[in-house]
């Protein structure tokens, strides 16, 4: 399994945090089930291989599989040595529906206590209020950080980020958030092959000082051989263009999630790209990606050629997104 050990991930800087993470982070949503049913067994052996190979970042949701995901992770984690873990998961989404968001002080500490328990762990690394757009961003602001500035002073986590699909939501936390109260921003489906939006924010999230996660570089399957889940919110013109790409890369001899997770990781703003994952064979797949997109500083002619036609397959569905919150 180490044969490969010489390879290793690069890490970057996790913002302002002090924290290292892999260039390629575990996306531990699939073990929840949100993708299809999955082994659990297979699950936690993906986690280990995960961090044999050089994966130290594990990010996770007690909304993902309606807490599932955490435990199995929790599972997996238990065997791991937990200070060379770097451990995110989130606070007040807990279901689909609206009244199933709770960012209360009250129920965000006691998420905090549950999470802690089904994760196995005495403490957080990253504790991320999941999909702020559906809050009340003042109370966000106003109740949940320092709630969760509380929990920091005790030792039971130890930074703070904020999760979301609109780019707008994170800047009007960040504008409003006393200094040092946000570490993180995770923003997901917007750097990727069919949406770059996230580079107009990258200036504004540099001088803040916090930490870039880009989620999704997939856009959660729609960038895959088999397309994405019945439940994905993108349009029907977006699948079917997601689809022709796919198919173009095929036929040139590419693997569009490959071609696509490439793209994203070479974004060197971003401290961590999270793709799920819930297979050894996946998450070997996506090292030897990571490795040979970042293993030289420029692109093979033959692969930016692919891009390139990709990217006007594309073209008509570029920077298109979904209504969120
Ligand atoms: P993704 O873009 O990573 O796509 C995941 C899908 O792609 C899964 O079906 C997976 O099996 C498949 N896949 C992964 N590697 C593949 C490969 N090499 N070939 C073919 N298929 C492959 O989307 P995601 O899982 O939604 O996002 C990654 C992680 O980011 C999540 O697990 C979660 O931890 C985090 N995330 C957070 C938020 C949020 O906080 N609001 C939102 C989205 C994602």
């Not at 994966?55 to 007690?62: K, M, Y």
């Not at 995901?69 to 040595?81: F, H, I, K, M, Q």
């Not at 960038?223 to 994905?232: A, I, R, S, V």
Request: overall charge negative; hydrophobic content about 40%.
């Amino acid at each position: 399994d180490d044969s490969d050990a010489a390879l290793r991930l690069p890490m970057r800087p996790l913002g302002g945090t002090g924290l290292k993470v892999s260039v390629l982070g575990f996306g531990a949503s699939p073990l929840g089930g949100t993708f299809g049913a999955i082994d659990e067994a297979a699950g936690i052996d993906a986690v280990h291989h995960a961090f044999r190979r050089g994966i130290n970042f594990f990010d996770t949701s007690p909304y993902y599989g309606l807490t599932k995901s955490e435990t199995v992770l929790g599972r997996a984690l238990r065997d791991l040595p937990r200070s060379e873990v770097v451990l995110s998961t989130k606070v007040g989404r807990y279901g689909v529906d609206q009244r199933d968001f709770d960012f209360s002080a009250k129920r965000v500490t006691a998420s905090v206590a549950e999470s802690l328990e089904r994760l196995q762990v005495s403490y957080i690394d990253v504790i991320q209020c999941h999909d702020i757009e559906f809050g009340d961003l003042e109370q966000i602001v106003h109740e949940t950080l320092p709630a969760l500035a509380a929990l920091r002073s005790q030792g039971l986590i130890r930074h703070v980020g904020i999760t979301g699909l609109p780019l707008e939501a994170f800047r009007y936390v960040l504008d409003r958030a006393p200094p040092g109260s946000v570490d993180v921003v995770l923003s997901y489906c917007h750097y990727c092959l069919n949406d770059t939006t996230l580079l107009g924010s990258l200036p504004y999230f540099r001088a803040k000082g916090v930490g870039i996660i880009n989620a999704s570089p997939l856009s959660m399957g729609l960038l895959t051989k088999g397309g994405p889940p019945d439940w994905h919110p993108a349009s029907p013109q977006l699948r079917t263009a997601a689809a022709a790409a796919a198919a173009h890369a095929a036929a040139r001899g590419w693997d569009i999630s490959s071609l696509g997770l490439g793209f994203s990781l070479r974004q060197p703003d971003v401290s961590s790209t999270l793709v799920g994952m819930f297979t050894r064979e996946t998450v070997d797949e996506n090292i030897n990606t990571a490795l040979r997109a970042l293993g030289s500083t420029e692109v093979a002619a033959d692969e930016a050629q692919v891009l390139a036609e990709v990217a006007d397959i594309l073209a008509p569905v570029r920077d298109l997104t979904w209504p969120s919150g």
